[in-house]
T-cell receptor
């Protein structure tokens, strides 16, 4: 079974600075998807960025980028120019590439990010 | 487009009571899911469905039941509520194929069992 580990329960960063959230995972599969979700106080789960394991290029979405290290099974999220609206819980998630009965998102326990004005 | 709609947003149940959490999506998504999120934890899969008439258990199905009679609706039934079912419940959906492999989540239902 796949597992996702987020070793930083809480992180804080000064507004406009850069912060990196860590995520490691364990899997025996060679193809899969990785995601970062943001959960603000409103509870809504918002997709931040996704990465296909078969792509070597790291995904980027505006101020958000990932450092995907497949051999190390590491998937960190970098937030540049942090803004007050970035304050939230961030969840790393894994999904198998194959579609079928075992398909599901496996979540880490989350990292609470605080932005210091 | 309303996306994924969950009702109610909040509910307090007494031990032993039953209730149904409603989930509706208007995106014609094949796959639908129910997750629960306990305090300080990530989401865990309760049940999921790959299409109308097809459902399957996830990691934590005990104490719950689901049905999928239409593509749009995927209600979650709690029978004999217990304090251990106090949690936030999320419904999610996605298309089966194509580039849209992202999940769309509802805004959650906060359930307290006392």
């Amino acid at each position: 079974a796949q597992t996702v580990t987020q070793s930083q329960p809480e992180m804080s960063v000064q507004e406009a600075e850069t912060v990196t959230l860590s995520c490691t995972y364990d899997t025996s599969e060679s193809d899969y998807y990785l995601f970062w979700y943001k959960q603000p106080p409103s509870r809504q789960m918002i997709l931040v960025i996704r990465q296909e394991a078969y792509k070597q290029q790291n995904a980027t979405e505006n101020r958000f980028s990932v450092n995907f290290q497949k051999a190390a099974k590491s998937f960190s999220l970098k937030i540049s120019d942090s803004q007050l609206g970035d304050a939230a819980m961030y969840f790393c998630a894994y999904r198998s590439y194959s579609i079928g009965r075992n398909e599901k998102l496996t979540f880490g326990t989350g990292t609470r990010l605080t932005i210091i004005p | 487009n309303a996306g994924v709609t969950q009702t109610p947003k909040f509910r307090i149940l007494k031990i032993g009571q039953s209730m149904t959490l409603q989930c509706t999506q208007d995106m014609n998504h094949n796959y639908m899911y129910w997750y629960r999120q306990d305090p300080g934890m990530g989401l865990k899969l309760i049940y999921y469905s790959v299409g109308a008439g097809i459902t399957d258990k996830g990691e934590v199905p005990n104490g719950y039941n689901v049905s999928r009679s239409t593509t749009e609706d995927f209600p979650l039934r709690l029978e004999l509520a217990a304090p251990s079912q106090t949690s936030v419940y999320f419904c999610a959906s996605r298309l089966r194929t194509g580039a849209n492999y992202g999940y769309t989540f509802g805004s959650g239902t906060r359930l307290t069992v006392v």
